[in-house]
């Protein structure tokens, strides 16, 4: 296993900083894209990724734009959004992994937007089969008790004031997330307060985007996720209405764990979860 930086150059003029994870077996299955969370950098999924080109398998993670090390000077100075995160970041990804892998059969795991990106990038048709990991949709009313008792201060309160003010949203000094671009906190913001999120306000374009969506994904949820609700996470599921989703629910109990979450997942402490449940999906 080697593993390469690359620096991918995206449609709206900014680059974005990917890992590319080698594998030296002698058969090669596919390529895994490792699309994470947001605010998750990418070297948190070192161990997935590496796990990953163990079971045959090419992997590819990488960071949004504003994010890691897909940072230009400060965050500040990004002009992306979520939407901007689909259409420009991952179509990056999808392009660079058919020029350096054109034969091999690309499986997308995307944890939490990660899982959104699939139905708002422009085409999926590239991608032969998805992984979503603990993704649902972030109405602020819909989320886990622990997120909704305090996530609404966050959405009502910190973002409006505090963003305009700094040009970014400042989660290090506030210990909530970390650091997120403008766009992406304020365009976020609005679909949490959204009953549909992203499709009740983006509209009828979006909802036939969610819905074009053709490769069968497998929707891993955690029975302790602590911002994910089954409500919030069978919202955005019922949204890929033209594919084949099965659902895969695991309990801390099933791996001899007391906790799982939202973060964390991809550590090497959770191989245990790996095999259990990544293994027969891929």
Known sequence: MTIEIKTLHTNAGHTITAQVFTAKTD?????????????????????????????????????????????DGHVKHSKSDMLSWANNDCEAVLEFINTEFPDQAITWIGHSVGGHMLGMMKSTQQIQKAITVAAGTGTWWYNAPPTKRSVWFLWYFLAPVLV????????KKLGILCDLPKGVIMQWRTWCLKENYAIEHEGQWLKERFANVKTPITCISFSDDDMMSSTSIDALHGCFTGSDVKHVNIEPSDINKKRIGHIGWHKQSY????????????
Do not use: M
């Not at 947001?38 to 992997?59: C, E, P």
């Not at 191989?271 to 891929?282: D, G, I, K, S």
């Open 164 to 171: 305009p003010f700094l040009n970014y949203f400042p989660g």
């Open 27 to 71: 058969i090669i299955k596919g390529v895994c894209v490792i699309a994470p969370a947001t605010g998750v950098a990418q070297r948190l999924y070192n161990d997935f990724s590496k796990w990953i080109n163990r079971q045959g398998y090419h992997a590819v993670s990488f960071d949004y734009d504003g994010i890691g090390q897909s940072i």
């Open 271 to 282: 191989e245990a979860l790996w095999e259990l449940a990544f293994t027969p999906e891929l």
